[in-house]
């Protein structure tokens, strides 16, 4: 099983607004639990402290393998999520690791 985790840095320079757009991505993530069948776990939350330091948003997922994982990647319901990401991002990290 592989576990994809992927925090965002958000580009929105007030702090209160990143947090409404970091609320709006975790939501979209975790909508995509039961619409992408490769998805086993996926649990996505926005940062609750430290907002002048801390990434805004992260997500965790685990798909059964690297093949689950590009399909994951690919399929339509995370591209338009992907999408509303792109708009409001200003960086992003990302691990992938068995589990």
Do not use: C
């Not at 979209?28 to 330091?53: K, S």
């Amino acid at each position: 099983m592989i576990r994809h985790v992927v925090s965002w840095k958000l580009a929105e320079p007030d702090a209160a607004v990143r947090g409404e757009q970091a609320r709006e991505v975790a939501a979209r993530l975790n909508a995509l639990m039961g619409v992408i069948p490769e998805l086993r776990a996926v649990t996505a939350g926005a940062n609750v402290a430290y907002p002048d330091v801390n990434w805004d948003v992260t997500l965790v997922a685990d798909v059964d393998s690297l093949d689950a994982l590009e399909a994951y990647q690919v399929h339509p319901a995370h591209q338009e999520v992907g999408t509303y990401i792109r708009s409001v991002v200003a960086s992003r990290v990302a691990v992938d690791f068995e589990i």
